[in-house]
Protein backbone atom coordinates (compact mmCIF):
# COMPACT_ATOMS: atom_id res chain seq x y z
CA UNK A 1 0.00 0.00 0.00
CA UNK A 2 1.52 3.34 -1.55
CA UNK A 3 0.11 6.62 0.01
CA UNK A 4 0.58 9.56 -2.35
CA UNK A 5 0.53 13.27 -1.70
CA UNK A 6 -0.96 15.62 -4.72
CA UNK A 7 -1.50 19.45 -4.93
CA UNK A 8 -5.22 20.23 -5.36
CA UNK A 9 -4.08 22.20 -8.65
CA UNK A 10 -2.63 18.15 -9.63
CA UNK A 11 -5.98 16.62 -8.26
CA UNK A 12 -7.91 18.93 -10.50
CA UNK A 13 -6.06 18.83 -13.35
CA UNK A 14 -5.39 14.72 -13.22
CA UNK A 15 -8.52 13.47 -11.47
CA UNK A 16 -8.89 9.95 -12.99
CA UNK A 17 -5.33 9.71 -12.38
CA UNK A 18 -5.27 10.20 -8.85
CA UNK A 19 -8.73 8.37 -8.46
CA UNK A 20 -6.59 4.98 -9.71
CA UNK A 21 -3.68 5.67 -7.32
CA UNK A 22 -6.19 5.94 -4.33
CA UNK A 23 -6.98 1.75 -5.55
CA UNK A 24 -3.19 1.43 -4.11
CA UNK A 25 -3.76 3.62 -0.81
CA UNK A 26 -4.24 6.76 0.63
CA UNK A 27 -3.93 9.64 -1.30
CA UNK A 28 -3.48 13.27 0.40
CA UNK A 29 -4.38 16.30 -1.26
CA UNK A 30 -2.82 19.41 -0.31
CA UNK A 31 -3.95 23.14 -0.38
CA UNK A 32 -0.45 25.22 -0.20
CA UNK A 33 1.73 22.29 0.99
CA UNK A 34 -0.65 21.26 3.91
CA UNK A 35 -2.71 18.30 3.66
CA UNK A 36 -6.37 19.29 3.32
CA UNK A 37 -8.48 15.80 2.47
CA UNK A 38 -7.57 12.16 1.68
CA UNK A 39 -8.86 10.29 -0.94
CA UNK A 40 -9.67 6.44 -0.48
CA UNK A 41 -11.03 3.62 -2.10
CA UNK A 42 -14.33 2.48 -1.07
CA UNK A 43 -12.87 -0.65 0.15
CA UNK A 44 -10.03 1.10 2.39
CA UNK A 45 -13.24 3.93 3.74
CA UNK A 46 -15.23 0.89 4.48
CA UNK A 47 -12.24 -0.75 6.31
CA UNK A 48 -11.61 2.37 8.61
CA UNK A 49 -15.80 2.81 9.18
CA UNK A 50 -16.02 -0.62 9.93
CA UNK A 51 -18.60 -0.38 7.10
CA UNK A 52 -21.24 0.95 8.81
CA UNK A 53 -23.29 3.94 7.11
CA UNK A 54 -23.14 7.68 8.84
CA UNK A 55 -26.10 8.69 10.20
CA UNK A 56 -25.98 11.48 7.27
CA UNK A 57 -26.01 9.00 4.68
CA UNK A 58 -29.44 7.03 6.20
CA UNK A 59 -30.67 10.36 6.11
CA UNK A 60 -29.91 11.50 2.44
CA UNK A 61 -30.64 7.89 1.00
CA UNK A 62 -33.84 7.81 -1.06
CA UNK A 63 -35.15 4.74 0.90
CA UNK A 64 -38.87 2.95 0.23
CA UNK A 65 -40.69 3.04 3.63
CA UNK A 66 -43.37 0.00 4.53
CA UNK A 67 -45.34 3.02 6.77
CA UNK A 68 -46.80 6.06 7.30
CA UNK A 69 -45.72 9.02 9.53
CA UNK A 70 -47.57 11.76 10.12
CA UNK A 71 -46.37 14.46 12.70
CA UNK A 72 -48.39 15.31 15.25
CA UNK A 73 -49.32 19.19 15.72
CA UNK A 74 -48.08 20.72 19.21
CA UNK A 75 -50.95 21.97 20.95
CA UNK A 76 -49.65 25.06 22.55
CA UNK A 77 -51.64 27.45 24.62
CA UNK A 78 -50.41 31.05 25.80
CA UNK A 79 -51.29 32.66 28.54
CA UNK A 80 -50.13 36.13 29.50
CA UNK A 81 -47.05 36.70 32.43
CA UNK A 82 -48.20 37.38 35.57
CA UNK A 83 -45.74 40.14 37.31
CA UNK A 84 -47.43 40.38 40.46
Known amino acids: MGITTVSSRE ?4 AS ?5 A ?4 V ?3 DRGRPAH ?3 SIEEYLKLT ?3 ESLADVLTE ?3 TDFDFD ?14
Open 11 to 14: FNQH
Open 17 to 21: DVKKA
Open 23 to 26: NDGP
Open 28 to 30: FIT
Open 38 to 40: VLL
Open 50 to 52: GGQ
Open 62 to 64: QRQ
Open 71 to 84: IPRLKVTIRPADFS
